[in-house]
């Protein structure tokens, strides 16, 4: 790959990733602000997040096929415009949830919808296996220091309120509305991409996964559907949630908060690919994020907004050290030409999880009390860790057999 295709792919994924976390922070607090119910809360985010499964799905049948550089245009362009139906939506729920859906919205405040699976697989066949972790590596810190940008741009509407007079409501609807026509920009780049063809040493079927590789993928979708649940439970826009009703944090308070995370989690990606070169990519994976669940058993018992935020910085510095070690991963027990199926069909994995979490959330929130998602989160998760090392630890990549 040109190193000027690269940057267009780094470019790219880092305006969605702009976008993505903005959304994750602001929707929960516009929500609120449309007053709805901590169930009702869940069900949109849920909805949006169940169609970026669907958009995931459509990646990984229909990718190849249709051409990564179209696919990518097109799911960046339905993006868009469901992002701006959300923002101009009238307050009835059926009709956001509706908007959310189509436009596959994403309130978890993290990049994993169809673009970033055909961005990946761009990456992985274009790198050797020895450089292919650095690779995700990069890519990673770029999207995340993006979508810290965009967390902390949470704090706009609030200034927009006081500005310009506008409602509290009217200010969201604003500034989500700007983020729509902000995401076109990847449109652009993308544009500017050259058409791509199948890769040198593509499977026989571009697209589809041999025997081997569909058993492969299938175990490790088995278990990421399995962390994603636990993961939906603490989503972007339910945190924000938790934080607004527990210690009344609007979005002034919570974008720098957010915006610090996404920087320790940037930040500690390259530590993951030092302890990859040592440890091995599933020892990578699993050491650094078991403890991050003890981390956030801890969270809803703090008494004060100091004292969560602190620790909930703390768990942000290790808790995604797993995300490049996992896409390296997957690129590298399955072969070229494989790539974007098996990369979306995990994606859509943790898509249906976290589209099935948010909504358990609100209704675990409503039923146990605010904190309950919080531990129902953290005990999943550290499930998936232990089965996880206990499964696949001795299925190594090609950089680790020698």
Same mark, same amino acid.
């Given at each position: 790959?040109?190193?000027?295709?690269?940057?267009?792919?780094?470019?790219?994924?880092?305006?969605?990733?702009?976008?993505?976390?903005?959304?994750?922070?602001?929707?929960?607090?516009?929500?609120?602000?449309?007053?709805?119910?901590?169930?009702?809360?869940?069900?949109?985010?849920?909805?949006?997040?169940?169609?970026?499964?669907?958009?995931?799905?459509?990646?990984?049948?229909?990718?190849?096929?249709?051409?990564?550089?179209?696919?990518?245009?097109?799911?960046?362009?339905?993006?868009?415009?469901?992002?701006?139906?959300?923002?101009?939506?009238?307050?009835?729920?059926?009709?956001?949830?509706?908007?959310?859906?189509?436009?596959?919205?994403?309130?978890?405040?993290?990049?994993?919808?169809?673009?970033?699976?055909?961005?990946?697989?761009?990456?992985?066949?274009?790198?050797?296996?020895?450089?292919?972790?650095?690779?995700?590596?990069?890519?990673?810190?770029?999207?995340?220091?993006?979508?810290?940008?965009?967390?902390?741009?949470?704090?706009?509407?609030?200034?927009?309120?006081?500005?310009?007079?506008?409602?509290?409501?009217?200010?969201?609807?604003? *500034?989500?509305?700007?983020?729509? %026509?902000?995401?076109? !920009?990847?449109? @652009?780049?993308?544009?500017? $991409? =050259?058409? #791509? /063809?199948?890769?040198?040493?593509?499977?026989?079927?571009?697209?589809?996964?041999?025997?081997?590789?569909?058993?492969?993928?299938?175990?490790?979708?088995?278990?990421?559907?399995?962390?994603?649940?636990?993961?939906?439970?603490?989503?972007?826009?339910?945190?924000?949630?938790?934080?607004?009703?527990?210690?009344?944090?609007?979005?002034?308070?919570?974008?720098?908060?957010?915006?610090?995370?996404?920087?320790?989690?940037?930040?500690?990606?390259?530590?993951?690919?030092?302890?990859?070169?040592?440890?091995?990519?599933?020892? *990578?994976?699993?050491?650094?994020? %078991?403890?991050?669940? !003890?981390?956030? @058993?801890?969270?809803?018992? $703090? =008494?004060? #907004? /100091?004292?969560?935020?602190?620790?909930?910085?703390?768990?942000?510095?290790?808790?995604?050290?797993?995300?490049?070690?996992?896409?390296?991963?997957?690129?590298?027990?399955?072969?070229?030409?494989?790539?974007?199926?098996?990369?979306?069909?995990?994606?859509?994995?943790?898509?249906?999880?976290?589209?099935?979490?948010?909504?358990?959330?609100?209704?675990?929130?409503?039923?146990?009390?605010?904190?309950?998602?919080?531990?129902?989160?953290?005990?999943?998760?550290?499930?998936?860790?232990?089965?996880?090392?206990?499964?696949?630890?001795?299925?190594?990549?090609?950089?680790?057999?020698?």
């Amino acid at each position: 790959m040109a190193p000027a295709s690269s940057a267009l792919l780094y470019a790219a994924g880092g305006v969605r990733s702009f976008v993505i976390g903005f959304t994750g922070v602001a929707l929960g607090l516009y929500l609120a602000a449309l007053g709805y119910d901590p169930a009702l809360v869940g069900g949109v985010i849920a909805s949006g997040l169940a169609g970026n499964a669907v958009g995931v799905a459509l990646v990984a049948g229909l990718g190849e096929r249709l051409g990564r550089r179209r696919t990518l245009i097109g799911a960046s362009v339905l993006g868009a415009a469901g992002l701006g139906a959300l923002a101009a939506a009238p307050a009835a729920p059926f009709v956001v949830g509706l908007a959310a859906f189509l436009g596959m919205v994403n309130g978890m405040g993290r990049d994993r919808g169809p673009a970033q699976a055909l961005e990946q697989s761009v990456l992985a066949d274009a790198m050797s296996d020895a450089h292919r972790t650095t690779a995700f590596v990069r890519y990673s810190f770029v999207q995340d220091m993006l979508g810290a940008c965009g967390s902390l741009a949470a704090a706009v509407p609030t200034v927009v309120e006081h500005r310009f007079g506008l409602a509290l409501v009217d200010a969201y609807r604003a *500034t989500l509305g700007g983020a729509a %026509l902000l995401s076109l !920009v990847a449109v @652009l780049l993308y544009a500017r $991409l =050259p058409a #791509a /063809g199948a890769p040198a040493a593509a499977a026989p079927h571009p697209g589809r996964l041999s025997p081997e590789s569909r058993r492969r993928v299938a175990g490790l979708s088995a278990l990421f559907a399995l962390d994603s649940l636990g993961g939906g439970f603490i989503a972007g826009s339910i945190l924000s949630y938790w934080f607004f009703r527990r210690f009344g944090l609007g979005g002034e308070a919570l974008g720098p908060v957010f915006f610090a995370a996404k920087c320790l989690n940037a930040g500690s990606y390259f530590a993951a690919d030092a302890l990859a070169r040592r440890l091995g990519l599933v020892r *990578t994976m699993v050491f650094t994020h %078991l403890p991050t669940s !003890v981390i956030l @058993l801890a969270l809803p018992f $703090l =008494p004060t #907004a /100091g004292l969560a935020i602190a620790l909930f910085l703390v768990r942000e510095a290790f808790v995604q050290m797993d995300v490049p070690a996992r896409q390296s991963y997957v690129a590298a027990v399955t072969a070229p030409g494989e790539r974007t199926a098996a990369l979306a069909l995990t994606s859509l994995v943790r898509n249906v999880g976290w589209a099935a979490g948010p909504a358990l959330a609100g209704v675990t929130m409503t039923a146990f009390g605010l904190g309950a998602p919080l531990v129902a989160g953290a005990v999943v998760k550290a499930v998936y860790d232990v089965a996880l090392y206990v499964s696949h630890r001795g299925i190594r990549p090609p950089e680790e057999r020698s």
